[in-house]
């Protein structure tokens, strides 16, 4: 079973989570309560609370908890989520966004509103993408915008990263929380930062997950995940542009803006289709320094036989940098040091 977001999200907006403490048996003073998880035993063996209310999150001082009210249920009552979410009083409805594939694409999951008709004029992998979809995953971005916010663990791992969250939240960059991530079997318990792929409308066809590793460590394979369907680029509207620049990931656009490049594009992974490219001028890449990055060569030639000019800036990373988030974050570095 899967969630209404919306309708999810319109709840969450309404729960009071002085209510719900009170509910778990919490009791305070002074502002604060006693937390649920490391001081159950309140006023007996505690001198004072340490689980502070900020509008829809709380934070305790003494274990370090921090997270919404869905959260707190969570973990006090060791539940699920969609166990958690009911013992407060939401009724999750299944929806037809994702089910189960009995075919044999190989993915585990498909969009049942996804048609196998080929897209013509061009991106998006060379399928049609229904109205139904766009309107699904615009809903689903919106859901995940809503959920970065101070303090949550994806902005602290964007910090950690050198990327503001007003920075981050401008451009739709969005954070799914345990276990909201809609495939199961990539969920991780940090939860994922969420961007977007959009076509050259703007149009949300596409979402890509990384999975936040702050305390925990992510496999390879289960660090990065897209949702099934057709792929585009994250700022994917600025293929508008006559000049691009082309960078290899979205924490590598990111950074470019950061470090005052314009016209970010962003590519997720080295394979990809060229042609919502082939409108431009000129197209700069923005490529690792490794294996795969040295891929933008090939690349440039299919691009030069289109007429478009092509160069690179992979000479501008510093020594010892692979990309160009590991040269923003090293830049604010020394300039805290």
């Known amino acids: 079973m899967t969630i209404d977001w919306e309708a999810f999200h319109r709840w969450k907006g309404t729960l009071n989570p002085r209510e719900v403490l009170v509910r778990l048996g919490a009791g305070g003073r002074q502002g604060r309560y006693f937390c649920p998880l490391c001081q159950s035993a309140g006023v007996s063996r ?19 908890f921090h997270g919404d009210a869905v959260e707190l249920v969570r973990r006090t009552l060791n539940l699920n989520f969609l166990d958690a979410v009911g013992w407060l009083g939401f009724s999750p409805e299944a929806t037809p966004r994702l089910r189960k594939n009995v075919g044999s694409s190989g993915n585990k999951y498909e969009d049942p509103v996804f048609t196998a008709s080929a897209q013509k004029g061009g991106g998006g992998g060379g399928r049609y993408i229904s109205p139904e979809v766009i309107n699904a995953r615009e809903a689903l971005s919106a859901y995940f915008e809503g959920e970065l916010r101070e303090r949550t663990l994806g902005a602290k791992y964007l910090n950690r990263r050198g990327i503001p969250l007003s920075h981050a939240k401008s451009l739709r960059v969005g954070y799914a929380p345990w276990p909201t991530w809609p495939l199961p079997s990539f969920a991780r318990e940090e939860g994922h930062v969420v961007f977007p792929h959009t076509d050259a409308e703007g149009r949300v066809v596409n979402l890509y997950a990384r999975a936040v590793e702050l305390e925990t460590s ?5 660090r990065h995940c897209h949702l099934p369907g057709p792929k585009a680029f994250f700022m994917g509207n600025n293929v508008n542009f006559e000049d691009v620049t082309l ?15 314009r016209n970010l594009v962003g590519v997720f992974g080295v394979h ?38 092509v160069s690179s800036i ?13 040269t923003l974050v090293a830049r604010e570095r020394s300039r805290r040091d």
């Open 247 to 261: 960078a290899e990931g979205a924490f590598d656009a990111l950074s470019l803006l950061l470090l005052g490049k």
């Open 272 to 309: 990809f289709d060229l042609n919502m490219l082939l409108r431009c001028r000129s197209v700069t890449f923005a490529f690792d320094r490794d294996k795969a990055g040295e891929r933008w060569k090939t690349l440039s030639l299919q691009l030069l036989q289109a007429g478009v000019i």
């Open 218 to 222: 992510s496999p390879k394979a289960l």
């Open 314 to 326: 992979a000479d501008e990373l510093p020594v010892g940098a692979k990309d160009f988030n590991e």
């Open 46 to 64: 505690h001198s004072s609370p340490d689980l502070a209310v900020y509008d829809e999150n709380l934070h305790c001082f003494k274990c370090g």
